[in-house]
């Protein structure tokens, strides 16, 4: 046997997949005993996406030997389509196999059961430094979500500019110009409050239809953390329900102004 | 008079068309002292649908004489959706006239009528011999409907096999072999509950997307009965909300392994 | 200043600007001390949008002296997605200005602001003579909406009939010939009643894609009356959720049969 993993709930694996559609096409999973990662540029190199759901996140993790699962994302969207929201979910991958299987079964003897062929996908996996951002933002991602949307129908480019003020978004365009200003809240749920820490105030600029995409992921948690540094990439991260599950970032190179 | 027809809810005749619409176009509505009865191909005469409304399915019916009453299902379907969930629905045809009238009316005072063209349809009248199947199951409408779009995504062509283990579908593709396994179980309503009788176990193969036509008409009723005999079509019946009112019939023609 | 309008709820403004969407391009948003007042024909000729916002639909109002506003329809309802259910809106413009601001609040620290680049239109305001219908009808709103989408499936042209039986909407077409009747009746809530006015009984026609287009403000309010006179303009006139805050009115002018 080589991989054997139980998620409680599908629904974690599925909003992981979900959240990588738009982005990523055939990825490797890597598995090894601290759990799975998946690491991804999207196809025009300006954006990066990261995964790691630890071991931690599953009922049951067993991984002999660390093996990379290359899989297509609407392939496995498709199977995950298959759970319900109260369904759990087996992952098992032999030795040398060349499928991947991954059995589903709800509290009413219902199971579903695929057995996935595996891709060779060509990959080598980044080390990300750690970054001290000059400003660290956590919003609720529905707003984040709301945001994007809103300014994407204005132009295609956004500022985002984090200060001890809040957090703007800016964009223009061709009707005219619009920002939207979140000003630092406590809320009722942890996940209702906008904060920042601003070591120094950054603007920057950024193509807006990534966040687009990014802010797709807002089902992962109720929360989302931006991290802003002059001329770095910015960074949107989503914690996998909770931080000890793991966690879904986005990198997004910044546009520089000529 | 001809025909004098009232249903307490157009809701059931609604239902009834829209369950048909997938798989016919032009169909007669075969009426007589028994009821409404409905028989059609589809244009590949692989399926075929066959309908009855019992007399008793109607707060009140009266049918002088046998008539067959030609209609177009898109263009009944667009009078029914006229009709509101508690709409009571009078179907009136004069003796010879070349339209039907439908007259819905609801409880706040709106009356809308409907002369429907009839048309001049050819077709037989079949004589489905009474099958005696090796395996007769019984699931939740809803499951059957969403095992068939689950595995639809994976192939064309569903094996289904019944024994006493249960009701095993299974699909196989390009990206892998996928099967959903119905365990017999008990439920609180019985419409959740998964029954099996075997007289002997049935594996057979069929076109998918037939099934997926079929299973939309789980809006009938809250279980679906599927019958399997070797080298036999496949039925799959609903009762119209409960087996007095009626019922309707799917059959589907196996596809042989070469 | 120019202009400074507050709205306690940014939606009012948003259903109006959603009301004239399908009918309405460029517009002219004519801003007096009375309010702001619009006035536009669709693009054949044949229909008439009229809205009136009085002044005392807004928390607050000043307007130094009369402008016109040129505004896109279409840009000004992006803008308006931007809010929320609650919050509240600013409108501003500096005299001589060529943008117009908007800037919406909720209270949740959230500011949205959109500096909109004005057009120059060109107008010019008709005045509609009061008319003495000789039929006046009050019915809900949603019940319109649903009489207009029901029969547009048979036919183009709907002949609407008032008369102290009630108020019946008739279509003829390829598939034959149907009819809505709703008869006057009392409701638990206003907006629910079915009355009539009847001086002389009406009957006229009308093409029925406009009042298709018509209905869909009855989000505004949850009643619409209709007023009919022989060989007069139709009007379709909703109130702005209270008609104290102004009104929406459409006219249609009649089909004259050859």
């Known amino acids: 046997m080589g991989l054997e993993a139980h998620l409680q709930h599908a629904s974690l694996l599925k909003k992981v997949a979900e959240s990588m559609?738009?982005?990523?096409?055939?990825?490797?999973?890597d598995c090894s005993e601290k759990g799975i990662e998946v690491q991804c540029m999207d196809s025009s190199h300006v954006a990066l996406v990261s995964v790691l759901l630890r071991e931690s996140a599953f009922a049951e993790f067993k991984c002999d030997r660390p093996v990379s699962l290359g899989m297509n994302i609407d392939s496995l969207t498709k199977i995950l389509?298959?759970?319900?929201?109260?369904?759990?979910?087996?992952i098992r991958h032999q030795t040398d196999a060349d499928t991947v299987n991954f059995q589903c079964e709800g509290s009413d003897d219902?199971?579903?059961?695929?057995?996935?062929?595996?891709m060779q996908i060509e990959s080598e996996h980044m080390e990300i430094p750690e970054q001290?951002?000059?400003?660290?933002?956590?919003?609720?991602?529905?707003?984040?979500?709301?945001?994007?949307?809103?300014?994407?129908?204005?132009?295609?480019?956004?500022?985002i500019s984090g200060s001890k003020e809040g957090l703007?978004?800016?964009v223009?365009?061709?009707?005219?110009?619009?920002?939207?200003?979140?000003?630092?809240?406590?809320?009722?749920?942890?996940?209702?409050?906008?904060?920042?820490?601003?070591?120094?105030?950054?603007?920057?600029?950024?193509?807006?239809?990534?966040?687009?995409?990014?802010?797709?992921?807002?089902?992962?948690?109720?929360?989302?953390?931006l991290g802003l540094s002059p001329d770095a990439p910015l960074l949107v991260k989503y914690d996998l329900e909770t931080a000890?599950?793991?966690?879904?970032?986005?990198?997004?190179?910044?546009k520089i102004d000529e």
């Open 21 to 29: 559609k738009d982005l990523c096409k055939d990825v490797n999973f």
């Open 81 to 90: 389509k298959m759970t319900s929201a109260n369904d759990s979910l087996k």
């Open 110 to 118: 219902r199971i579903a059961d695929f057995d996935l062929k595996l």
């Open 132 to 159: 001290h951002y000059k400003v660290v933002a956590k919003l609720p991602s529905s707003e984040f979500q709301k945001v994007c949307r809103d300014l994407k129908e204005f132009g295609e480019t956004i500022q």
């Open 168 to 170: 703007k978004f800016m």
């Open 172 to 225: 223009q365009g061709d009707l005219g110009s619009g920002n939207v200003m979140l000003k630092p809240r406590e809320g009722e749920k942890p996940e209702e409050k906008v904060s920042l820490t601003v070591h120094e105030p950054v603007t920057a600029t950024f193509a807006l239809r990534y966040l687009v995409n990014f802010a797709k992921a807002e089902k992962l948690c109720g929360s989302v953390e």
């Open 244 to 254: 000890d599950k793991g966690h879904m970032q986005f990198y997004l190179a910044p």
